[in-house]
């Protein structure tokens, strides 16, 4: 038998990625999955984009680059930084990643010593936790609840600090429950962060994706202090539906950027190069693929909820971003686990369960997919509820 390192003994996989995987090949082998489990949207990345990495491909940029990308992404990440979220960002506080996770798995490594506490309010994305124990961190949840909407309150995050806590994870909008900090709740926190000169990393993947009155502040825009504190992740999957290109980046004070260059130098080396110039391509060019997707997003958005609403056992907040719906299942006596077990075995739809989010008593739906697909699958949802 092999004797595993103790760092990954208690660490479980990712399971928004084995039920996706799950629910794939059941659908290869010829079954009529409905699948609500990865946040992934279900559209072509846009033409100009893959375009720009063709071109990229036959011009043979098919070799290393520097460790911390291309320096024309890491000038138009800056710029967009800049452009559009209010944050003072040059090419040098810039790294590009495999992807969001790839970025804070890095800034993880980077930032906390064996001892540091990171705070992270649940329900939260199931990967945050395991990064900050496979950095040898102490993640410190906070429970938040429906009644506050999901989010953490500056009271909150004052009673979890400690001296060992190093930085706090902001994600907004949220995956899983899709909530969105207005903006006076986001200066709020900042000013708590201020107070005990922690850091914050604000996981900004979802910015593009809001709905109806909301608006996305990046914390780093607050103020200049704040400003110096703050860590932004982000990345082209969802805004672009690049999922499988694996494009992300960091953005930070330049001796963080310079240490997680050092651990990419070391790991991974550059992000695919012809990839990072369809990254180009997709802050350069035109928006507007940006807005379609969300315009069917919100059309989806509507119709899923209505579709919840109608069945008695289950309810949810109105998500104000992103594209999942965090629903409570309590009603039903089950836990989540044995919920989208059942669900996936007796009507063949994937869920994600809320446990895996920190918190059993409620599913994570995505409704990054077609409307059909959705009818579908909240058909069979609502029957396998009115089984149970
Ligand atoms: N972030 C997406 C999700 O939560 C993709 C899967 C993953 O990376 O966890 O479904």
Redesign the pocket.
């Known amino acids: 038998m092999i004797k595993l390192a103790t760092r990954i003994q208690s660490v479980p996989p990712?399971i928004?990625?084995t039920i996706s995987a799950k629910a794939k090949a059941m659908k290869a082998q010829g079954i009529d999955v409905c699948s609500f489990s990865?946040?992934?949207p279900d559209f072509d990345t846009p033409q100009h984009i893959k375009d720009a990495a063709k071109r990229a491909l036959d011009q043979g940029k098919t070799k290393y680059g520097p460790a911390a990308g291309e320096p024309k992404l890491r000038e138009a990440i800056a710029n967009k930084l800049r452009n559009h979220n209010n944050l003072d960002y040059a090419s040098e506080n810039i790294i590009v990643t495999n992807g969001g996770?790839h970025s804070l798995f890095n800034l993880m490594l980077a930032l906390i010593e064996p001892g540091d506490e990171v705070i992270i309010p649940a329900p939260y994305?199931?990967?945050y936790p395991e990064m900050v124990k496979l950095a040898s961190g102490t993640p410190v949840i906070v429970d938040t609840t429906e009644a506050t909407d999901y989010k953490i309150t500056p009271q909150q995050l004052r009673q979890a600090i400690t001296s060992k806590t190093k930085l706090f994870v902001l994600n907004s909008p949220s995956?899983p429950t899709g909530t969105v900090y207005t903006p006076q709740e986001i200066k709020d926190l900042a000013e708590v962060i201020l107070e005990h000169d922690l850091w914050v990393v604000s996981d900004e993947i979802y910015e593009n994706i809001l709905y109806d009155q909301a608006e996305h502040l990046s914390i780093g825009a607050v103020n200049p202090q704040i400003f110096e504190r703050t860590i932004i992740s982000n990345g082209f999957a969802k805004s672009y539906s690049m999922t499988g290109w694996r494009i992300g980046y960091l953005a930070g004070p330049v001796e963080l950027i310079k240490a997680t260059s050092i651990l990419q130098s070391h790991s991974t080396s550059n992000v695919c190069t012809f990839a990072q110039y369809g990254a180009i391509a997709a802050l350069e060019e035109s928006q507007d693929c940006v807005q379609e997707m969300l315009q069917a997003f919100t059309e989806r958005r509507k119709f899923i909820l209505e579709k919840i609403r109608a069945i008695p056992q289950l309810s949810c907040p109105t998500p104000m971003g992103a594209f999942y719906v965090f629903i409570d299942i309590s009603k039903t006596g089950m836990n989540s686990l044995d919920f989208c077990d059942k669900l996936l075995e007796s009507q063949e739809v994937a869920a994600i369960p809320g446990k895996a989010f920190g918190a059993d008593s409620c599913i994570r739906l995505?409704y990054a997919t077609d409307l059909t697909s959705i009818e579908k699958g909240m058909n069979r949802l609502a029957d396998f509820v009115n089984s149970i």
Do not use: C, F, V
């Open positions: 990712s928004t990625l990865a946040g992934e996770k994305w199931l990967s995956n995505s």
